[in-house]
C-alpha cells in the first residue's frame, strides 16, 4: 500500500512500513523502515524527520538558508560534492569533466504495475510501484528510483540513470539501494568463503567504521555472497533484522558505514572497482534491483519472508512450487571415464532403487578425456557413446527415470575446435601470457554474436534428445579481462550476455528443469534463480561442512533452491568418513540427489537407500517447500497449515559431558495437539567395536571373521521416541530425548550417539 501525504510517502506492507518525504531544499529525506506504522497526514510523519538548527562544526551547509549538513541527513539518494562524504548511490562524470551531482525531486506517481527490467531479471508478480524522478540540478540527467511493495513484507528498489544531453555521461558508480539508519546499534552479517567452503556466517560489529563484502571476480562469488543482513543484536527468533539481496550475478558491493554523527548507511550494487560505463545520448542505464526485508521475530522470522518471496516473485511460476525429482549424478561415480555400458549399468540400479532422474555429467563430449580439452565442442563422442545421446536417453527412459545432462556453455579449451576456430572469441589480452583457471578460457559473452552462436549450438543439443534436466556449469572465475567493448564495461555487458542467453534458452525449453552450478557455490544469487529454480549449493558433499553452509544457505534462500547430493565415503573432497544416514539427513532438507558409485555398495547400503528415498517421496513437499526454520542442532520444515513437521538432530561431536538433548520444535500451532516420533533406525554393531565383548559369551575380536559375520546378523536397535503433546510444549519446552550413550550401558532406550549421528523426527496433528 502507498500514501500520498503532502510532501511525503508511506509505503506499508503487510507488517511492515518506510516513509521517506521531500526536503524544501529538493533531497529526499528517509524517515522510518521498520515495524508498520499509521499516519493520515503529513504531519504525522514529520515526528519524524529531524530537527536542526544548524550545521555541526566544520560541515558543509547545502545552501547558505539550510539549517542542516546533508551528511548529517538520512537519505534517499546521495552522490558526490554537496557535502556529504559517505558512500554515495551514483557517480557520474560530465562533458565538462566535472562529478559533483545534485539530484533533486521533480515529481512522483504510483500504480499497481510491476514492469521487467530491459537487461536484467527484476522480481514479478502483483505489488504497489512508486516512481520518483530526480533531476540533476546542472545537467539534463534524470536519476529515478522505482520502489516495489510486495505485501510478503519485502520492498525492492531500482535505480536507473537517463542521460539526455547530447554528450556522452560516464556512469563510474550505479548502486541499486542506499538507505540511512538514526543510530549506530547494529550488526553487519556477510556470508564469506571460498571453492567448497561456501557461507561462512561472520558478525561484524558496527562502529566507526566501513565495512565492505564485495566481488570483483566477475561472479557474485563464493568469495562474498550478494545476501547481507544488519541486525540491532537478534537472535533466531526474536530481534531485529534488516535483510539485504541482488538480483545480479556478477561484481557486487554491499558497503556498511558509520558516519561521525553514529548514523548507518548500507549501499548496495554492482561493484564500482573495474566498472565505468559510457551513456550515450538519450540512453539509460539499469542498476540491477535490490531487495528489502525486515522482520521484528529475529532471523528466522526473515528467513521465512526472503524464502516466500523468492519463490512467489523471483523463481519462474511453472517452477515455483513444483516438486524436484530425486537424481543420480554420474560425476562421483565415474568422473571423466564415462562409456555406454557403465552409464546404463548406473541408471538401472538407481531406477531399481526409486531414484528417477540419471544425470550424465562432465566427460560425455567429444575428445573431453580430462579437464583440458573438447570444452566447447558440444558434441557427443563416439568412442564414448558410438550410438549417440539419443539412443543412451531413449535407452534411460525405458527404465522409467529421466535424462539429464552436463554442459559448461560460457568456456572452452584452447584445446578444442571451438577456440580453433574463434580464438578471438574468448575473454584474454592478446599478445600476453594469460592465468587460466582449470585449463580454459571464458568465452566472451560481451559480444552479441558470440551469444547468438551459443545459443544456436546449445539449441541444438537440448533438440538432438530428450532431455529432461540440464547442469548448468561455470567452473571458472574471470581474469585477463579484456574485450572489444569500452574498459570498464566487460564485467556487466557479460552478465547481461548471460541472461540473455539463459533467457532465450529457458523459454525455449520450459520442459527442462535447469541448474545452475559454477564451482558449486561460486554463483548462488537471485539473478540465476529468476532462470534456474535452483542451484549446486557447493562442490562438497561431506555431510558435516555441507550442514554449516546449508544451514547459511537457509538465511536468505528457501531449501528448494540448493541441491544436495548424498555421496560415497571417504568423502571425495575432506576425506572424512561420515554415516550413510547422516549423510541423507542433511541432504535431505532441500533438493535430494545422490553422487555415489551405486554399484560398488553392500546390500546393507542399498537398501538402507532404498528407505531413505521413500522416506524422501513421502515427505517431499514438506522438504522441498516447508517453512524452514533453525533450531537448535538442526532444522524444521513446516507445512503452511502447521499440521505436519519434520525436524532434524545433527550432532557432529560427541560430548560426554553434554547428554542431555532437548529437541524444541518451532513453528507449529500452539493450540494444536501433535504426534512426536522418530525414524526407527539400526546400527552396525562393529560400530561399538570391541565394546561387543562387554555382552557376547565368547571373546570377538575387533575386524575379524567373526566379528564380521555376527554383524551381519545382529544390529543394534536404536532408541524410539513415541510422545503426544501440544504445539505450545514442544515448542516452548521440547522433547527430552532418550539418555546417549555414556559408557555405562546400552539397550533400545539409549540413544547410539557416535561422532556425526543425526535423527530424524516427524511431528504429525493428532486428536489423541
Known sequence: MIKVLGSAFLLSTNNTSYAMRVLPTGQLEHLYYGQRIEADKEEDLLVLSEKHAFPLGNQIAYDEESSYSLENMRLEYSGYGKGDFREPLVELVFPDHTSTTDFLFDYATYNKEKKPLHTLPSSHGECDHLYIRLKERNHDVDLILDYYIYEEDVITRTTKIINHMKEDLIVERAMSLCLDFEDDQFEFITFNGGWADEMHKHIHNLSSAKIVNASCMGTSSSRAQNFVMLSRFAKEDEGEVYGFNLIYSGNHKEVV????????????????????????????????????????????????????????????????????????????????????????????????????????????????????????????????????????SRKIHKMGIKFGIWVEPEMTNENSDYYREHPDWVIKIDGQMQSLGRHQYVIDLSKDEVVDDMISRMTALFSSCQIDYVKWDMNRVMSDVFSTCRKGEVFHHYICGLYRMMDTLTSRFPHILFEGCASGGNRFDLGILSYFPQIW??????????????????????????????????????????????????????????????????????????????????QRALFQFGNMYRVDMGWMVVD????????????????????????????????????????????????MGSLINTASPIHIKQGSLSHRVI???????????????????????????????????????????PDFFSRLYFIEESAL
Open 257 to 392: 558505514e558509520v558516519s561521525s554523527t553514529h548514523k548507518t548507511r548500507i549501499v548496495t550494487g554492482i561493484n564500482n572497482e573495474q566498472f565505468s560505463y559510457c551513456l550515450k545520448s538519450e540512453e539509460v542505464f539499469e542498476a540491477p534491483e535490490a531487495i528489502m526485508g525486515y522482520s521484528y521475530a529475529g532471523f528466522n522470522g526473515l528467513s521465512n519472508i526472503f524464502h516466500r518471496f523468492v519463490n512467489e516473485h523471483i523463481i519462474k511460476k511453472e517452477w515455483a512450487y513444483k516438486e524436484r525429482p530425486i537424481l543420480i549424478n554420474s560425476w562421483e561415480a565415474m568422473y571423466f571415464n564415462v562409456n555406454e555400458k557403465r552409464i546404463l549399468s548406473l541408471a538401472k540400479e538407481a531406477s531399481e532403487m526409486g531414484i528417477e532422474l540419471f544425470v550424465l555429467d562432465d566427460g560425455w563430449f567429444k575428445g573431453r578425456a580430462d579437464d583440458t580439452r573438447g570444452l566447447g565442442d558440444w558434441e557427443v563422442d563416439r568412442k564414448k557413446l558410438p550410438k549417440g545421446l539419443d539412443h543412451l
Open 537 to 618: 549449493a557447493s562442490d562438497n558433499t561431506d555431510s558435516w561442512c555441507r550442514f554449516d553452509i546449508q544451514n547459511s544457505y537457509s538465511y536468505g534462500y528457501p531449501q528448494s533452491t540448493f541441491t544436495n547430493h548424498v555421496s560415497g565415503v571417504p568423502n571425495h573432497q575432506t576425506l572424512r568418513v561420515t554415516p550413510l544416514a547422516a549423510r541423507f539427513h542433511v541432504a535431505a532438507f532441500g533438493l535430494l540427489g545422490y553422487e555415489v558409485n551405486l554399484l560398488d555398495l553392500s546390500k546393507k547400503e542399498k537398501e538402507d537407500i532404498k528407505q531413505q528415498i521413500i522416506i524422501y517421496k513421502k
Open 640 to 687: 503452511e497449515k502447521r499440521s505436519r513437521a519434520v525436524g532434524m538432530l545433527f550432532k557432529p561431536i560427541n560430548e560426554l559431558s553434554k547428554k542431555t538433548v532437548v529437541f524444541k520444535c518451532k513453528g507449529l500451532d500452539p493450540l494444536k495437539r501433535y504426534h512426536f516420533y522418530n525414524q526407527k533406525m539400526t546400527f552396525d554393531i562393529k560400530e
Open 711 to 753: 554383524s551381519k546378523f545382529v544390529h543394534l536397535q536404536g532408541e524410539e521416541e513415541d510422545h503426544y503433546a501440544s504445539g505450545s510444549l514442544l515448542m516452548n519446552a521440547g522433547v527430552f530425548l532418550k539418555q546417549g550413550f555414556s559408557a555405562t550401558g546400552f539397550n533400545e532406550d539409549v540413544r547410539f550417539d
